[in-house]
């Protein structure tokens, strides 16, 4: 969604986003491979830093921010949660969901895991 030849417009590039998250998440989710035990993380790095909730003390320009995460499961529950999460979070539920040894920042102590909304 940071421009394409075929969309003109801003708001062009966020349908065309949309349709193609979409049709991807489709696909996912019909395939064979997507079981009971599966999950499919979807996050969305769009952010424009304008935001002070993210990690990494969310400078302008240095990472951090308000994005938008999604664990899509087979579970058909909705859940959500105010808890900060950030990519050593995501990095950490899939390591240990794999029982593999957590990598960097992934092993720090403040870092949350996101069972919870599993």
């Not at 979409?22 to 019909?30: A, K, P, Q």
Request: one cysteine or more.
């Amino acid at each position: 969604m940071h421009g394409t030849t075929t969309c003109t417009s801003f708001d062009g590039l966020l349908r065309e986003g949309d349709r193609e998250v979409h049709d991807l998440v489709t696909s996912i989710l019909g395939s064979s491979s997507f079981t009971a035990n599966s999950a499919l993380f979807v996050v969305w790095d769009e952010d424009d830093y304008s935001s002070r909730l993210g990690c990494c003390s969310s400078k302008p320009g240095k990472g951090g921010g308000h994005t938008l995460a999604l664990i899509v499961d087979r579970n058909q529950a909705w859940r959500g949660s105010v808890v900060p999460y950030n990519h050593y979070s995501m990095l950490k539920t899939i390591e240990e969901g794999l029982n593999l040894p957590l990598l960097g920042h992934a092993a720090d102590s403040n870092v949350s895991d996101m069972f919870s909304l599993l």
